[in-house]
């Protein structure tokens, strides 16, 4: 597959004299270029903030990395129609996000939330960048709006255990991965643990991430391989950084550049409420050793650092 040679990720400006940001149709970048040119609003400069951190930390802690191939976008979706590229995180309201990616798409007026969770995950319902050729893919990352959204990446994690290996609904996928994480690391498994894989602890559950052959027999799974592996953000030019802390106030500002009338991101179920998660992840941490949480830090450290996350305070790192 033919590497890329991406447009730049330092130049936000060098696209405005393209034919889609010359007014011809509203634009989302165009939209936060003019905000970022006009008076100081609070929000805004929020943003321009985070893009300028994001910046700094990747120029600070990254080396040279490798050219990235169209398949390293799969997770950056495409909505042609109001220029925009959204790179999706699993466990950071990317479910919802796709929601109203669908509901911006269809024809007729729709509820984001009358949409079903599958529906929205259906292979195929969005298209990919990684669907497209080089010179495709480039114009697009030149003229089209990038936003992701992030989360603390333990809290992140904890909720990825907690949905995928705790959950009733979650059958097939604790006996595609909870069997081979009983197998290899419980010792004298009951035949019903080895079956199902329906009863991993959350202790094993880290140490199958932290396991070498983990990452040597395939990639993580998505909902817990790091953020900045999944959506490259020291590669591509993210214009906007929302966050899961502060989820309602972001979307609402992505909304606003795209300029929907009407549309309005679906309000999280109150689980999914920072606070919830916060203690969700600090309960579940409390019983792994130091020794085991000064590991994990240091394989999702890169998503601290990058997203201006501090250190949990529930950690004992020394």
Known sequence: MTPLSLCSTE??????GSGWLSGKRRNALQMLYNLDQGPSLALAEVHRQRRNLLRHACSHHTRRQRLLQPEDLRHVLVDDTHGLLYCYIPKVACTNWKRVLLAMSSLTSQD????????AHAPGRLPSLADFSPTEINWRLRDYLAFLFVREPFERLA??????FKRPYSAAFQRHYGTRIVRRLRPHPHPDALARGHDVRFAEFLAYLLDPRTRRNEPFNEHWERAHALCHPCRLRYDVVGKFETLAEDAAFVLGLVGVPGL?????PPRAKAATTHHQAMRLFQDISPFYQRRLFDLYKMDFLLFNYSTPSYLRLH
């Open 264 to 268: 309005h991101f679906p309000a999280p």
């Open 11 to 16: 130049s936000e400006n060098g696209a405005l």
């Open 159 to 164: 909720s990825a255990y907690q949905n995928k």
């Open 112 to 119: 984001p939330q009358a949409i079903p969770a599958h529906e």
